[in-house]
């Protein structure tokens, strides 16, 4: 009974080891070529050049950043507070138009700011506003008298001056006309405009 047994094993053993010595003799295995793939790769990257709706955006995120800058440094000295700095703003992801109406908002804002820091009130600047319109219709740059009057409230050279104007009084700027005229107002009153005072 334990000879057919002894047999068995001995057969099965030798049935292996052919096997065996043949994977043997091969001693430079060679590998299995592995294959990855990858999830999501990028295509070509292309660095696009940017538009001139690029550029414009740039230069007015750029003009909205130092006007705001402008408005704060005006609060600032107004207030007596220190004066904050912006580098980065909500509206530079606006779109163009959005941002060119927040720099001309920003214009008007900062005349405003410097003409209440020259002391215009609302009455005196309703007042002010009357007198240029009669004078020049609001027009900045006017020149009337046969080049004697100047400007948005038709300065002399030498009213101009008096108080503190210096050069051309219609080629300063608006804000600048403003404060000198309610300098002017408050020092001497609708006589310097004896038909629109």
Known sequence: MKAPLIA???VGIAAAA???AVSAD???PTPAPVTTTLH???GPITINNPT???KRHARLVRRFLRLRNRANGLIARRDHRKRRIV???VQTRWSNHGLGRAIRALRKRIVRIRAHG???TPGLRARLERIAFCESKGN????GGGGSFRGKYQFTYGTWRAVGGRGDPAAASEAQQDRRAALLLKRSGSSPWPICG
């Open 8 to 10: 068995v094993i001995s």
């Open 18 to 20: 052919p096997a065996v």
């Open 26 to 28: 091969n001693h430079t």
């Open 40 to 42: 999501g790769a990028p």
């Open 52 to 54: 001139r709706q690029d």
């Open 87 to 89: 580098s980065t703003a």
């Open 118 to 120: 020259a002391g215009i």
């Open 140 to 143: 900045p740059r006017a020149i």
